[in-house]
């Protein structure tokens, strides 16, 4: 480790976005002084690899954010809840990559691309949206600063990883399963916690966690509060649908959204969006040049292509984006906040 640079501790660092938060670390060369590797007391014990050097992974107590600069939570809501003001007593700043604190008042829930300045406004939590607003956001905003924004109705392809390492693995045992002509008994999916569960091999589930009374998911209600809360819209007219398929990496989405100008092209929508920071667009259908799940996995940036504009609705476009749910829909983001915190001299040395 460094003499200089910062304390950092990663909580949930044997978790699928805890490694691909170290391995975004390693990658960015992030001013690193001291390293702590935090868990569950299950996950207690095992070592970690960063930089070529062995770390063991301790267990996460209120004690363990002693001289922590910045804490990266994910780990679950509970731990979240429980750990992250504990962090911040010690004086360290939080960025949460859970549910927990997003929608808290006096939370600044950040996409760098969107909206840094909130970052200013942090009491030791920022929080990091969820992975499949994101990407709708980093995609919205360069037309939205352009052009307005009134009405935006997402459905989203969204890959089993979002739901963790048990769900990868329950959808290759089932693909195997059905392949070789045998039944299948699903365990996990759509949540694990629900009353059925469905197969995801071969299937699409129009089911991202629970239920609400409104009859929308609470992933659909996460994209739609959050997103009026990441770009100050309360009254941005958003609807949501979320669908689980059988991709290992990478959220789709298909996006109709509306601006307040009229007249506008297709042409002049990607014009914004090819020189938006953290976009690439990839869009020729003559060649067809479009954005997969397939393609973006280990990429950091948010993919758009199928820019077109609706055929009744003079104001009305429609895009399709996609990006790694665990980099910039989780550990990419995360660190990325981070950085921004560094950059905006909002952390300091010590």
């Known amino acids: 480790m460094n003499t ?39 996950s207690a014990g095992k070592t970690l ?7 063991t992974v301790q267990e996460a107590k209120p004690e363990s954010f002693e001289g922590v600069d910045i804490a990266l ?28 604190y997003r929608m808290d008042e006096g939370v600044p829930l950040v996409v760098p691309e969107v909206n840094k300045e909130d970052l200013k406004k942090h009491n030791g939590i920022i929080a990091n ?62 949540v694990g916690s629900d009353k059925k569960h469905y197969q995801i091999a071969f299937n699409a589930i129009p089911q991202i966690d629970k239920f609400q009374d409104n009859g929308f998911t609470f992933e659909e209600m996460k994209m739609i509060n959050e997103t009026k809360k990441i770009m100050h819209m309360p009254e941005l007219s958003v609807a949501a ?14 996006v109709y959204f509306e601006v307040e100008t009229q007249g506008l092209s297709a042409a002049e929508i990607k014009n914004k969006l090819k020189e938006a ?5 990839e869009d020729n259908p003559d060649e067809q040049v479009y954005p997969m799940p397939a393609h973006c996995v280990g990429k950091k940036e948010v993919f758009v292509g199928r820019v077109r504009k609706d055929l009744d609705e003079d104001t009305g476009f429609h895009m399709w ?19 921004t915190l560094i950059e905006m001299e909002l952390v300091k040395e010590k």
């Open 129 to 190: 949206p969820n992975c499949s607003t994101i990407q709708m956001v980093a995609a919205l905003e360069p037309i939205r600063q352009s052009y307005g924004l009134k009405k935006v109705i997402v459905s989203t392809y969204q890959a089993v990883s979002g739901a963790g390492a048990q769900a990868i693995n329950e959808m290759y045992g089932q693909t195997e399963s059905i392949l070789e002509g045998k039944e299948v008994t699903p365990e996990i999916l759509p």
């Open 241 to 254: 649908t979320c669908v689980r398929l059988p991709i290992e990496t990478g959220h789709s989405e298909s």
């Open 49 to 55: 690899l960063y930089k070529g050097e062995e770390f």
């Open 321 to 339: 984006v996609v990006s790694d749910n665990l980099l910039k829909g989780a550990a990419w983001n995360s660190v990325q906040i981070a950085e």
């Open 277 to 281: 920071p953290g976009i690439v667009l």
């Open 73 to 100: 939570f994910s780990a679950g809501g509970s731990i979240s809840k429980q750990l992250a003001p504990e962090a911040v007593k010690r004086g360290a700043i939080v960025v949460d990559n859970t549910s927990a």
């Open 4 to 42: 200089r640079g910062f304390h950092i501790a990663v909580v949930g660092a044997t978790g699928a976005v805890g490694q691909q938060m170290l391995r975004t670390l390693e990658e960015r060369d992030f001013p690193i002084r001291q390293l702590t590797l935090l868990s569950s007391a299950r």
